[in-house]
């Protein structure tokens, strides 16, 4: 379908640098891995090579969110853990369910998804809930049908600092919803269309770690979109197609205070090129999470 640009007459080089500027996130919050597995597959990389669903460690899986829990924890960042759903197996990656933003009053605020599949947007309510006892405003798109979907920060990404939003579409989120988007958050949006089915969500293949510069694999991208990124920022970290892809899942990747990347372990090109551009890679291990295709980035919910 093409880039579009919503919210905004043109796009430039200085459309990041012209927009309104918001504050960085003060803390994320978890869903505790309660109820994971893996029991149908909702993306390429939750089949092994026999073509089946893969066998998750219960235990592993708890000792690695843990670990990732702690790592935000000594950035200094808050973090809040909210409940599990039974019968939720998903809703471990609690970037998908909500998109938070501050409204025009400056409070904290969420926008509520309307997710693809039937198992997962039975999360979303829940959520919703956890959010309002912890104090967020929350708001909801038009009626759940297949051109209103939205899979919050799976698909749609704060440029840190900037009220301005790259927005993925294609396999879960429907292009068209970014026009309602922008006019609730009040911010611009460029939407780019994937075009490779192991990139589902745009946090799959681009993270965007500052207001300048982005992590992103060239192999996910329209060539149109791949231009619009490179008109929007200035450096354009390239990621392997070999790390992008599962097992090293490189750029679902986070940088939560602009310096430090929290990213999965063994992806050893994407680190080098992290520090040569004056970034502090921060390795750990998610593998146990990548077997249903998420990272770092799916596992947290940043907060304003």
């Not at 073509?51 to 460690?57: L, R």
């Not at 292009?175 to 745009?202: G, Q």
Request: glycine share 6%.
């Amino acid at each position: 379908m093409g880039r579009h640009l919503f919210g905004k007459e043109s796009l430039d080089r200085h459309s990041i640098q012209k927009a309104a500027t918001m504050p960085m996130p003060r803390g994320v919050f978890f869903v505790k891995p309660d109820y994971f597995d893996v029991d149908h597959a909702l993306n390429p990389h939750m089949l092994d090579a026999d073509g089946k669903p893969h066998k998750i460690s219960k235990s592993l899986a708890d000792e690695q969110w843990q670990a990732l829990k702690e790592v935000y924890q000594g950035l200094g960042l808050q973090t809040k853990v909210l409940a599990a759903k039974q019968g939720c197996p998903d809703m471990v990656f609690c970037a998908n369910q909500s998109f938070p933003y501050l409204d025009q009053q400056g409070r904290p605020s969420a926008l509520m998804s309307n997710m693809a599949d039937d198992t997962r947007h039975a999360e979303v309510e829940s959520i919703a809930d956890s959010l309002k006892n912890l104090g967020f405003q929350t708001s909801y798109l038009p009626e759940r049908t297949p051109t209103t979907l939205l899979e919050g920060m799976g698909d749609a990404l704060w440029v840190p600092g900037k009220r301005f939003i790259c927005g993925g579409y294609g396999f879960r989120t429907h292009a068209s919803i970014y026009e309602s988007v922008s006019r609730l958050v009040d911010a611009p949006i460029l939407a780019l269309e994937l075009k490779n089915p192991k990139f589902y969500h745009l946090d799959t293949c681009l993270s965007i770690l500052n207001e300048t510069t982005i992590l992103a694999c060239r192999e996910a991208f329209q060539d149109s979109d791949w231009q619009a990124l490179e008109t929007v920022f200035d450096q354009i970290i390239m990621v392997p197609l070999v790390e992008a892809d599962s097992p090293g899942f490189a750029c679902n990747a986070h940088c939560p205070d602009g310096k430090h990347v929290i990213l999965q372990q063994g992806n050893p090109e994407t680190e080098r090129l992290l520090e040569l551009a004056g970034f502090t890679p921060i390795p750990l291990d998610t593998s146990e999470f990548i077997k249903s295709g998420g990272s770092v980035f799916c596992m947290k919910q940043i907060y304003f």
